[in-house]
Structure formats: structure tokens, C-alpha cells
């Protein structure tokens, strides 16, 4: 196991910046008058040293969340993405999402050498969310990537949800992952030219599920606006990315992630 330090490349920027069109429509305050929250907080996690790796390192991801506040209590999970909600209705809501991609290459795991590097970027899109029943969310995010791969990815998720105490709350569900095949060339792809320098067998991916599996939280209310969190997870990868040489070669389809996180959340007016 290695340590890595992770130093996140803000995103926000790309979504604060799409407020701009509701502004010009609404007038300078109309749409951003209101009650808003803004969550902010990080995790440390021990997970997979790449995605379909056989091997664990320990790392950082930041989290952020920004959206008006709605008439309800809403359910959080450490899967969310970068968001910002543009419609919430307590039980609905929707906006937009981002996620921060890092770079990978030979350099950070030796299963990877002779293939070609993926570059640092993220992937900006939607999400919608709503809540079938009270003690249950249902969350989707749609999501393009921006230099790290050209494709579109799609998270599906379900968390049920219990206040064990006022303080601690259990969660947990069912997750499921779909990609194009643009995002599975930059991941799991071996052209000819890979195939020669990596020792792998050559692989060209469609389209399709790229992962199903579950996850489950701990949450511990410390104070009214701050959180700590321990949570598990594993996935299983399948379709295009469970067929691809590196995993079936050098890899694992098996994807286990265990961690812990923090957050706090800052309620203001507009």
C-alpha cells in the first residue's frame, strides 16, 4: 500500500459559472435570492490503486456541495459528486454535477506501463434525485468527461436510510455504472501499438455497464452543521471494463473501498 496526497483541481468554477443564464433571466438576485448551504468537507479512503486494480493505496477526495436549502431534512451520500442544485423541492432535485479526474500513467502503478497516460481533467454534466419514500433517495448522475476521456458516464443509486439517534444515521444501497465506449478506450483500451509495449493482450471496447455493487454509511451528526462519516463499499466491474485485458491480466474485477469523511456545512442568505 502507498500513500498518495491528493490536491483537487476545482471545478465549481464550471458550475457556479452556469448560474449565469437563470441570473440574466431572473434579473441580477431573482433566482439567487433565497436560503442556500454550501457543504464542504474531505475523505480519506483506502481503495483500488487504479480503477480495476488488484492492489490498494490510501487517498484523499474533497467534497463539495452547494444548492438552496429546501423545506426537508435532505439525505447525503459520500458518492455525491460536485452539485449544484438549480431546482429543490425537498423531495426533487436537480442540477447540475461535476467530478475531478486525476492523471494516470506507468509512473503510478507498474501494471500500467507501456499504456498510453491518462490525462488529469473531470467530467461536467446533470443529476436528478428525488425521494420515493421517506426513508429512501434515489439519486442519477449524467456526466461528460472533459480532457481526461470523451465519453459519458452514468451513476444509478439507491440509499435507504435510518436515524438510529437524533446524532447517528445508518445508510445504504444498491449502486450501478454505465459508460461509452469513449470512456472505456481511455481506460481499459490496448490498441496495437499498447499491446506491444505493455506485454497485454489487445483489447477494443464498446459500450455498456461498468459496474453494479453496494455501499454503506455510519454517519455521526457532531455538531448542527458538521458530520463525520465511516463508510464501506464494493463494486464488481462487468461489461466492457470486466472484459478488458488489464483486468483479466493484471487486475480485478472485485472492488472494495472502505474510508472515512468529514463535512461541514454553512447556511447563508442571498
Do not use: C
Amino acid at each position: 500500500m502507498r500513500f498518495v496526497r491528493a490536491n483537487p483541481v476545482v471545478l465549481a468554477a464550471f458550475i457556479l459559472g452556469a448560474t449565469g443564464a437563470a441570473e440574466a433571466a431572473d434579473g441580477a438576485l431573482g433566482w439567487l435570492s433565497g436560503d442556500w448551504y454550501l457543504t464542504v468537507g474531505a475523505t480519506g479512503l483506502v481503495a483500488p490503486d487504479f480503477e480495476g486494480s488488484k492492489d490498494y493505496i490510501l487517498s484523499a477526495q474533497p467534497i463539495i456541495s452547494l444548492g438552496k436549502a429546501g423545506p426537508a431534512a435532505r439525505f447525503t451520500s459520500r458518492n455525491d459528486n460536485i452539485s449544484l442544485g438549480l431546482i429543490d423541492e425537498g423531495g426533487f432535485r436537480a442540477g447540475l454535477a461535476g467530478k475531478i479526474l486525476f492523471s494516470r500513467d506507468g509512473d503510478d502503478a507498474d501494471e500500467l506501463r507501456g499504456l498510453d497516460p491518462v490525462r488529469w481533467g473531470g467530467e461536467a454534466g446533470g443529476f436528478f434525485e428525488f425521494y420515493p419514500l421517506d426513508w429512501l433517495r434515489a439519486r442519477a448522475e449524467l456526466r461528460h468527461g472533459i480532457r481526461a476521456h470523451n465519453g459519458f458516464v452514468a451513476d444509478i443509486a439507491a440509499d435507504a436510510f435510518h436515524d438510529v439517534t437524533p446524532e447517528v444515521r445508518i445508510s445504504g444501497g444498491p449502486r450501478v455504472s454505465f459508460a461509452s465506449s469513449d470512456y472505456f478506450d481511455a481506460y481499459y483500451g490496448v490498441d496495437a501499438e499498447e499491446a506491444v509495449a505493455s506485454g497485454l493482450s489487445r483489447y477494443r471496447p464498446g459500450g455498456g455497464v461498468k459496474s453494479a455493487g453496494l455501499g454503506g454509511a455510519v454517519t455521526w451528526k457532531v455538531t448542527e452543521p458538521m458530520t463525520a462519516s465511516l463508510f464501506a463499499e464494493y463494486s464488481r466491474l462487468m461489461g466492457p471494463a470486466a472484459d478488458s485485458s488489464l483486468v483479466k491480466e493484471r487486475g480485478s474485477r472485485d472492488q472494495f473501498t472502505i474510508g472515512v469523511s468529514t463535512t461541514y456545512r454553512f447556511d447563508f442568505s442571498m
